[in-house]
T-cell receptor
């Protein structure tokens, strides 16, 4: 069962614009949400996280928003840079850690 | 710290053969996870350990898959016999406590022909 869903397999944006990646989850027991970034032939690396008791966390160009009532979170990247091109995985932590299918972001110069 | 180390990086094997994937977690990390990455399901949790004890193996697809963690610094994921549909990238990850982020290895790309 897919407890974490990323419904957009890909996203393409122009350099300098905002990238918005979305994620939905089904399990109310998740207490922490994370975003990971993955380049080809490498393992995923941690990017940013948010506790379930917050609705926003910001780190430089990256901001994660959490809407608990909708069981939805999003990652905003602004401004987007070509180096941000990668696959982004949403993850939810409870007793274990579940990931979505990933969204491939392409930032065009 | 060298991070999570997985071996081999690539494995090509024939259908029916036994395959063993290896993982060395970061020292001091109490949790170890095995994931499989496929196009359809993304990062799929197979099994995880806490203090070397398997906690949840409900993600292991079939009895052909087995995982062990004989000590805090080593884990294996075995597939016997392997099938072409097992072809994927397998990741190992570790985390220090329940409330910290997980760190991933570089993965093992398995191809079963």
């Amino acid at each position: 069962d897919q407890q974490v869903k990323q419904n957009s397999p890909s996203l393409s944006v122009q350099e300098g614009r905002i990238s918005i990646l979305n994620c939905d989850y089904t399990n109310s027991m998740f207490d922490y949400f994370l975003w990971y970034k993955k380049y080809p032939a490498e393992g995923p690396t941690f990017l940013i996280s948010i506790s379930s008791i917050k609705d926003k966390n910001e780190d430089g160009r990256f901001t994660v928003f959490l809407n608990k009532s909708a069981k939805h979170l999003s990652l905003h990247i602004v401004p987007s840079q070509p180096g941000d091109s990668a696959v982004y995985f949403c993850a939810a932590r409870g007793v274990d850690m579940r990931f979505g299918a990933g969204t491939r972001l392409t930032v065009k110069p | 710290d060298a991070g999570v180390i997985q071996s081999p990086r690539h494995e090509v094997t024939e259908m029916g053969q036994e395959v063993t994937l290896r993982c060395k977690p970061i020292s001091g990390h109490d949790y170890l996870f095995w994931y499989r990455q496929t196009m359809m399901r993304g990062l799929e949790l197979l099994i995880y350990f806490n203090n070397n004890v398997p906690i949840d193996d409900s993600g292991m697809p079939e009895d052909r898959f087995s995982a062990k963690m004989p000590n805090a610094s080593f884990s294996t994921l075995k597939i016997q016999p392997s099938e072409p549909r097992d072809s994927a990238v397998y990741f190992c990850a570790s985390r220090k406590t329940r409330d910290t982020e997980a760190f991933f290895g570089q993965g093992t790309r398995l191809t079963v022909v």
